[in-house]
């Protein structure tokens, strides 16, 4: 049997294997870091609706986390006859399952938000008495802050490189969701601040900005997902260009001597490829031999293609991707 494997691939490359496995690890890492932020915060929320926010955002972010790991435990499990296609849907399901709790958070936060700033709410911010000293609760909730975005920055990093090499969606939302939670942080201290000034909408608004950033990260989460589950066209990582793979398989058909046209469809599963080729051959007879060759040349192409079909046809069906659209975003 082919190194290659034309249908049901579970497996990774040495590459993708170290990959995953330091993924893994930040996941772990991350909800460690976090679980020990939210509590942190929680001593130093106060009345500020700002901080109560960024504190509720930091136990969302806790999901794209909890659902990759959850995700891989049914990615890992090979094809069988009542999942003939694997459960490398599992991903997709667990992106879905982070934008739309995103979304439905930030929604009813923004909501929050809004009602205080209509209301004209004053939030007040007391004293705490330290060592002995009375100081200000506002100067604790922004050194809080300042030293809770450190880590973000080190794990959102260290994810969006592997995200690329995992092909993984989850893995990318959740580094881009840490590398912009300076934003969350930076409103709260703003708000927090507002409120120490005298300024007392500026906490209502630092928390409408909060929530808006949670709302933007649930959509877009959201509509990946969905979109994804829906067979779209495969698009690259993050979801900015149909995936180059599509062309580059097309290009090896069409170089093929016995093949004078060709197309693919080409979806993605959650990590992996199902990829069908049409191709229509210059004579009307082909061998299983050329078939099977074929199939095993575009699974060779790249670690993504999972399941590999090639179909013989007279026509090329309409919506098939002839390598021609490329740059289209469709």
């Not at 049901?8 to 993924?23: H, N, S, V």
């Not at 604790?140 to 959102?156: A, C, D, K, R, T």
């Not at 900015?240 to 290009?251: G, N, S």
């Amino acid at each position: 049997m082919s190194v290659h494997h034309q249908f049901g691939r579970t497996d990774l490359p040495p590459e993708q294997q170290q990959a995953l496995k330091k993924a893994v690890r930040w996941e772990y890492a991350t909800i460690g870091y976090t679980v020990c932020t939210i509590i942190l915060v929680a001593f130093v929320v106060g009345n500020s609706q700002a901080m109560r926010t960024a504190w509720i955002e930091d136990m969302l972010s806790l999901i794209p986390q909890i659902s990759f790991l959850i995700a891989l435990i049914f990615v890992r499990r090979g094809p069988t006859v009542d999942h003939p296609y694997g459960m490398h849907r599992a991903m997709g399901i667990g992106h879905l399952v982070a934008g739309v709790a995103l979304l439905a958070v930030g929604l009813n936060l923004a909501f929050e938000a809004v009602s205080g700033l209509i209301a004209a709410e004053h939030p007040t911010i007391g004293t705490v008495n330290l060592f002995g000293h009375t100081i200000w609760l506002g100067w604790l909730m922004v050194g809080v802050m300042l030293i809770v975005v450190i880590g973000p920055f080190i794990y959102g990093h260290a994810k969006a490189k592997l995200a690329p090499l995992l092909h993984n969606k989850i893995l990318y939302a959740d580094a881009d969701m840490a590398k912009a939670d300076w934003q969350t942080n930076a409103a709260s201290i703003v708000g927090v601040l507002g409120v120490g000034l005298g300024v007392w909408w500026l906490d209502g608004a630092a928390a409408l900005f909060i929530s808006l950033s949670i709302i933007w990260d649930g959509f877009r989460n959201t509509k990946g997902a969905v979109v994804d589950l829906m067979d779209h066209r495969a698009r690259t990582y993050d979801d900015k260009d149909p995936h180059p793979l599509a062309r580059e398989i097309v290009e090896h058909l069409r170089a093929q001597p016995w093949i004078r046209d060709a197309a693919v469809r080409m979806r993605d599963q959650g990590q992996v490829f199902h990829v069908e080729a049409f191709i229509i051959p210059r004579k009307s007879r082909v061998s299983v031999t050329q078939i099977d060759e074929v199939s095993e040349a575009i699974s060779a192409m790249d670690w993504n293609v999972q399941d590999v079909v090639v179909i013989p046809c007279t026509r090329l069906p309409d919506e098939a991707d002839d390598g021609l659209n490329y740059k289209d975003a469709g």
